[in-house]
């Protein structure tokens, strides 16, 4: 399958009619992307005719259903080059960064930027961190340089989103890793938004942690993963406790399994984890870098659009990675999407979980348009459209 017949074939994605029966424009998917046939499908089959718990069971569908979960997670592994001895299944990006935030042993400075999502801001200042802040480039990029003036011996872990959910900015993130590495601190990466859109593979970013989710990838919410070195995550000890993060326990004394179990306390999510799958499955068919270059095409067209607009601020680089955050002038992003909604179009208005972004750019809230691999130039026209439809409203 390439990347244009995907496409063409929006009916693979049952999400994509509007309840009127007609073509519903989504351009939500930084916040959560539609899921394929083949992922529900993987899904219902789990809940259903294969479901039973897993590690417990010594009856057979018990084992199968542990293979199958096991299998889920040598193939999350795989997507991003990681190994699954590394790969730690969470409930989502958020509960990655909090395991690490709260679990690693040596909690002195962190590093973040003015772009990160809360969930990369509140559970280091939750978990007593000391946080730093680094500034952005003109043109809404972490501004590397800085981060290289500002990194010290006393910094022990920099945490930075591998692309903006906000701007679509994406990160240097090898140099990202030089520059951590270089004062003995390791990197942590935010990769929601970066899993969906281009081929990652974290022996090549020299990362020491990845989060991301499933739902961002076309699969199932509640779920997601925590991608560790294998050294690290053995220094780390227990998140939560619980059955099946444990080797020997007493009322004395417990002992805990190795890494990735430890930290995996409680029946797991196992249907979401064959979802996960399934939707690594899929993306891999389509091919990433196809669909780079498909979302590129769709940000030039909306910015192209957009930019003769004198009323329209535009936000981020114009090389962002599917998302395209604006502001419509003497409209709030709130009233412009009620406006959209009417149009069959689907857009995020507010402050995206980045309140001090929004403080950064001088404004309450944007208005985000983000693609997928389903979008297409007839969702920018539409978009276009009800944007052009409002300034007559608000003129």
């Known amino acids: ?85 590394e790969l730690v299944f969470t409930r989502g990006a958020t509960e990655a960064i909090n395991l690490v935030a709260y ?4 909690k002195r400075r ?31 990029r972490i501004d590397l340089d800085a981060v290289e003036a500002m990194l010290t011996p006393d910094h022990t872990m920099v945490a930075l989103a591998h692309v903006s959910n906000v701007l679509g900015s994406v990160l240097d993130a090898r140099r990202a890793a030089d520059l951590a590495h270089s004062v003995g601190a390791k990197l942590l990466l935010d990769g929601c938004q970066a899993v969906p859109r281009m081929p990652v593979d974290v022996a090549a970013l020299d990362c020491d942690f990845y989060a991301f989710s499933a739902h961002k990838l076309y699969g199932p919410t509640g779920i997601g993963a925590l991608w560790g070195r294998a ?58 870098a196809s669909i780079v270059r498909h979302e590129a095409d769709l940000v030039a067209a909306l910015r192209g659009a957009l930019a003769p607009m004198s009323d329209v601020t535009l936000f981020g680089p114009e090389d962002s990675a599917g998302i395209v955050s604006f502001a419509l002038q003497g409209v709030h992003p709130h009233d412009l999407g009620t406006i959209l909604d009417e149009e069959n179009v689907a857009i995020r208005a507010g ?18 348009a983000s693609f997928g691999l389903y979008s297409d130039q007839a969702d920018v026209a539409a978009l276009v459209r009800g944007i052009e439809r409002a300034r007559r409203i608000f003129a």
Not at 30 to 52: H, N
Not at 59 to 72: F, I, K
Not at 351 to 368: E, I, N, S, Y
Request: some cysteine; aromatic content about 8%; glycine content about 8%.
């Open 1 to 85: 399958m390439n990347v244009m017949s995907a496409i063409s074939r929006k009916a693979e994605f049952p999400g994509l009619v509007g309840a009127d029966g007609q073509p519903w424009h989504y351009l939500d998917t930084a916040a959560t992307a539609q899921k394929p046939q083949m992922v529900i499908d993987a899904m219902s089959r789990a809940l259903g005719a294969d479901y039973a718990t897993v590690h417990r069971g010594v009856y057979s569908r018990s084992a199968q259903m542990t293979l199958g979960y096991e299998a889920a997670r040598r193939r999350v592994a795989a997507f991003i080059g990681g190994r699954e001895d």
């Open 103 to 106: 679990s690693y042993p040596d």
């Open 110 to 140: 962190v590093l973040l930027s003015q772009l990160e999502h809360h969930s990369n801001i509140v559970p280091w200042q939750l978990a007593g961190w000391q946080v730093d802040v680094c500034p952005l480039t003109t043109d809404g």
């Open 231 to 288: 050294e690290l995550l053995d220094a780390l000890p227990p998140w939560q406790g619980g059955g099946s993060m444990i080797d020997r326990v007493t009322f004395e004394r417990t002992t805990y399994a190795l890494p990735p179990q430890r930290f995996e306390a409680g029946t797991p999510a196992i249907v979401e984890a064959i979802g996960f799958a399934a939707a690594c499955d899929y993306v891999d068919s389509i091919e990433v």
């Open 351 to 368: 402050h995206h979980c980045a309140q001090p972004l929004m403080d950064t750019l001088g404004v309450p809230a944007t208005a985000r």
